[in-house]
């Protein structure tokens, strides 16, 4: 697999696993990978949370790890990224809102570049307005946006993803494995 450029939006309240992960895992395997946050800077970190499922009616939430960013947001250009991730957590709640971020987004579906959202990073599709006639996957309190945004919500284990076209999706951090190896398969591409 050549290395690819891969860009991922994250911000405060990302969830810890669905962040750090994917961002090493996918450097091991040799691609580079440009962690980018609106209205912060390389060097600059988010919080995460981590997020567990001990029984409750919903996750729990704890406090995380700093993550530190290794790109500026400010002046990036979509074009010059191969693919895109979107971790979930609490982050993608109010970066949905940045209009930036949701062109950022739509330019990697218009260009049908591979794109791995999981758990609530469904939000910053359904916002972004890129999830008509897609199957996704996400946390299941995302459900009534993944459909409100014109998408078929995938109902899968937590440990399971799914791939439709250029898009891999999953529920949580159990599905890491399933998630990264369909993303690793659309990035071969």
């Known amino acids: 697999m050549s290395g690819k450029k891969i860009l991922m939006i994250t911000g405060d309240f990302t969830e810890d696993y669905e962040t750090m992960v ?6 091991a395997v040799g691609h580079t990978v440009h962690a980018v946050c609106p209205d912060k ?4 970190n988010v919080a995460t949370a981590i997020h567990d499922f001990e029984g409750d009616q919903t996750y729990t939430e704890k406090p ?3 993550f530190a960013l290794n790109a500026d947001f400010d002046g990036l250009n979509p074009a010059d990224y191969d693919a895109l991730v979107v971790p979930g957590g609490r982050a993608p709640e109010y970066l949905r809102l940045n209009k930036d971020v949701q062109n950022l ?3 990697f579906f218009e260009t049908e570049k591979p794109v791995a959202a999981i758990c ?3 939000q910053l599709l359904a916002a972004a307005g890129v999830l008509e006639g897609r199957k996704c996957s996400a946390y299941p309190a995302c459900q009534p946006e993944v459909e409100l945004a014109g998408g078929s919500f995938a109902s899968i284990e937590v440990d399971q993803a799914v791939t439709d076209a250029n898009l891999v999706t999953a ?6 494995p399933a998630w990264l190896a ?3 398969k659309l990035l071969e591409k």
């Open 22 to 27: 994917p961002f090493q895992a996918l450097q």
């Open 41 to 44: 800077k390389a060097g600059d």
């Open 64 to 66: 995380g790890h700093r």
């Open 105 to 107: 987004v739509r330019h």
């Open 120 to 122: 609530h990073g469904a």
């Open 171 to 176: 529920p949580a951090w159990p599905a890491h």
């Open 182 to 184: 369909q993303f690793f």
